[in-house]
């Protein structure tokens, strides 16, 4: 194992992932903003090196800055949580060229995923379903494609993620004006415009497959999550496991991620994403959507149900260890759910509001988070405050438990 990681995040994440460290007697080295420098996360990690910047383009998404914090403070590792860096092939490299290792995926696999439509092709070359679909590299070819594929349709970004340049287009006249607008977005949040198209799934549930493989040809799922419960294309609850998964539709969904991901040449923790439309004859249609390659936000609801440690999975599966179990050995016990605590104004259409917490407690759940009561929310980053995760034997003793904590 390690024995000193540097945390390229903020937020709850980093405090997660500073915990399991601890746990394990890692020194923790945090990374942090001007406006983090007396977060939670810097509160409890044993090292703090300060990024000179107020904005994430200015401190957590500057490649050479974190590098260069690890190294000068003697650590071997990088984890990147999720969002900011930690899906940037160019940052893995960067990593491996100062020495340093990746908690994650390598570059070259993080390309290959990375790019929506190479992974599409990547599902249909190992029988992974897909929805119907084509690219297009000129607005006339998008067009000539939706044509052929009927509408309504989504338009997706070939690059990039988190739901940006996502449109659904419901008839021909509505394309060139979404086109357009998902250009711009896409442009402005990754460099890159490239859009292609798919047949829209109607009233699906977003399910997504949980999987850890290591450098030794070692591949098992963790069961799967449901994410369907969205605003803006932004998940707001997951649980797991998801009430439209039978055992034959899990046993389906599971086989198809693991191939994926083994022809891929994964490592570490990964979800392979799906839709799952309404039955058709007797079951449910799925198709594959994309692949996360890094830990989620969600994943404290799979740690509840199996009873693992996915941060200190991945750290182990990073220092070369192989997985300490097989996939007869994994367990799922009872149903949990995950809520997403943003600081939003409900009267502003749910805008991130900046401001002060006052209070923050979940008597017997899981609470995961960057903040006590008495911090600041700062307005430069995502809205994101804690994730209340609440187990319990089955759904239908979850939901009201989850109802009284969320209204108390």
Not at 110 to 130: E, H, Q, S, W, Y
Not at 154 to 164: H, N, Q
Not at 187 to 203: H, I, P, S, T, W
Request: net charge negative.
């Amino acid at each position: 194992m390690f024995e000193a990681v540097l945390v390229a995040n903020r937020g709850e994440i980093a405090v997660r992932i500073i915990r399991t460290l601890r746990a394990l007697g890692v020194r923790s080295v945090l990374a942090a903003s001007v406006p983090d420098r007396r977060s939670l996360a810097a509160r409890l990690a044993d090292e703090v090196v300060l990024l000179e910047g107020r904005t994430a383009a200015d401190t957590y998404l500057d490649v050479e800055a974190v590098v260069a914090a690890a190294k000068a403070t003697g650590c071997e590792a990088v984890h990147p949580g999720y969002g900011l860096l930690s899906e940037r092939p160019d940052f893995a490299a960067a990593c491996a060229g100062a020495g340093l290792t990746f908690v994650g995926p390598s570059p070259e696999t993080l390309t290959l995923l990375g790019d929506k439509v190479a992974a599409r092709d990547l599902a249909i070359a190992n029988d992974v379903p897909v929805a119907p679909g084509a690219e297009g590299t000129t607005d006339a070819e998008l067009a000539e494609a939706a044509r052929d594929i009927g509408f309504p349709l989504m338009l997706k970004a070939r690059g990039g993620g988190g739901g940006l340049g996502m449109r659904v287009v419901a008839n021909p006249e509505d394309l060139a004006a979404a086109i357009e607008a998902a250009r711009r977005q896409t442009a402005a949040a990754f460099g890159d415009d490239r859009l292609f198209v798919e047949r829209y799934v109607e009233n699906a549930h977003h399910v997504e497959v949980q999987v850890l493989a290591d450098a030794h040809g070692n591949a098992v799922h963790l069961g799967e999550r449901d994410c369907s419960v969205q605003r803006r294309h932004q998940k707001l609850v997951e649980e797991t496991p998801s009430p439209v998964v039978d055992p034959s539709l899990r046993d389906q969904l599971t086989s198809a991620a693991l191939r994926l991901m083994r022809a891929a040449g994964y490592e570490n923790a990964g979800t392979v994403e799906f839709l799952v439309g309404e039955p058709e004859e007797g079951r449910r249609p799925f198709y594959f959507l994309e692949v996360n390659p890094r830990l989620q936000v969600e994943h404290p609801v799979t740690e509840a149900v199996t009873r693992l440690d996915l941060v200190a999975l991945q750290l182990a599966v990073a220092a070369g260890q192989p997985l300490p179990f097989a996939q007869d050995d994994v367990r799922f016990e009872g149903h949990a759910i995950e809520f997403r605590l943003n600081a939003e104004d409900p009267w502003r259409d749910f805008l991130p509001a900046a401001g002060r917490l006052t209070a923050l407690a979940a008597p017997g759940a899981r609470l995961d988070t960057g903040y006590e009561a008495g911090d600041a929310v700062p307005s430069e980053y995502d809205s994101l405050v804690a994730k209340l995760v609440v187990h319990g034997p089955r759904r239908r003793e979850t939901l009201p438990r989850a109802a009284g904590l969320l209204e108390a």
